[in-house]
């Protein structure tokens, strides 16, 4: 299974995309990283690794869309960028999933400028995984690609959840809460209190009703629904929360759940191919992670999934 990778994304490239690289072809040999950057960079890496420079296919790309940098004037002028040339295999179906710890806003972007969303997708949107106290995963969307959301993008969005829950967590019948600030289904903005009426007309999902804040870690629902702004805001939240413990000294099974580097990142859901969007800080055990779950999204035929049901 080819896999790209945007090797000169995340705050450590190359080095840390490359050991993954390295990695992953020990740990699972049925995954081809394909590497794209600039070659020199790379290749100058696998020799301080002692790594020969054919063990991997690395395609050449002289351009970087910086962090910092814009994102849709980014990937509209660097043509040559890693993200416009690994979007360009993606396509042409050169490799099979992509994945990279860059520019995030760049990364959704360039997906919707070429491999598109998928026909009746109003918004493709990002995934995260809540960590249950019982054990297993919900999964949180969106976490960022939308911070403005109308009520159809929403029932929208517990679609896609659903299906990701079902064919990527093997979640049966997933249960899906829209995020409120009230169980009742009068509460919450205008947003929320006109969604709730389409989730609950909506015959392809599990709507169990709203859920609050703090009954995303329980087994209340399985896909929690709510727009980018707030999604992101949850996500940063736990993260923070997690970190400040950690630096404390504090070891918990559960709290560890929460490191990222455990599940790599985050699905794009909606678009035409598999791109899984890593954190900036990632490391070679994250990118680890991050191969293993486009194969997961790759076996479970989950983008075909989502093209028949819409």
Excluded: W
């Excluded at 490239?13 to 072809?25: F, M, Q």
């Excluded at 929360?241 to 985050?266: E, I, P, T």
């Amino acid at each position: 299974m080819r896999i790209g990778i945007d090797a000169m994304g995340g705050d450590f490239a190359p080095l840390e995309a490359v050991k993954g690289c390295v990695e992953v072809k020990r740990a699972v040999p049925e995954i081809v990283p394909v590497l794209f950057g600039d070659k020199a960079k790379i290749t100058a890496v696998l020799s301080e690794l002692n790594i020969p420079e054919n063990t991997f296919e690395i395609v050449h790309a002289e351009e970087v869309i910086e962090m910092s940098e814009h994102a849709t004037k980014a990937i509209a002028h660097k043509k040559n960028s890693s993200i416009n040339v690994a979007y360009r295999y993606l396509l042409e179906k050169q490799i099979e999933a992509f994945i990279g710890a860059g520019n995030t806003g760049a990364m959704l972007v360039g997906s919707m400028f070429s491999v598109k969303a998928i026909n009746g997708v109003q918004r493709p949107t990002i995934a995260s995984i809540l960590p249950k106290v019982s054990g297993g995963f919900g999964v949180l969307l969106d976490v960022g690609a939308n911070a403005d959301c109308k009520p159809e993008v929403l029932n929208q969005f517990a679609i896609l959840g659903s299906l990701y829950a079902q064919n990527v967590y093997g979640i049966k019948q997933p249960k899906v809460g829209l995020l409120s600030i009230g169980e009742e289904k009068e509460k919450g903005n205008l947003l929320i209190q006109a969604t709730y009426p389409l989730l609950e007309m909506n015959e392809r999902i599990e709507f169990v009703g709203n859920v609050e804040g703090r009954d995303i870690f329980s087994d209340k629902a399985d896909v929690v629904v709510c727009d980018g702004y707030t999604g992101n805001i949850v996500l940063k939240v736990c993260e923070g929360f997690y970190y400040n413990l950690a630096k404390q000294g504090v070891q918990n099974d559960y709290l560890d759940r929460f490191n990222f580097k455990h599940y790599g990142g985050s699905a794009i859901l909606g678009v035409n191919e598999p791109v899984i969007i890593g954190h900036g800080i990632s490391k070679a055990d994250t990118f680890v992670s991050m191969f293993k779950q486009a194969k997961v999204v790759v076996d479970s035929k989950l983008i075909e999934k989502i093209k028949q049901s819409f």
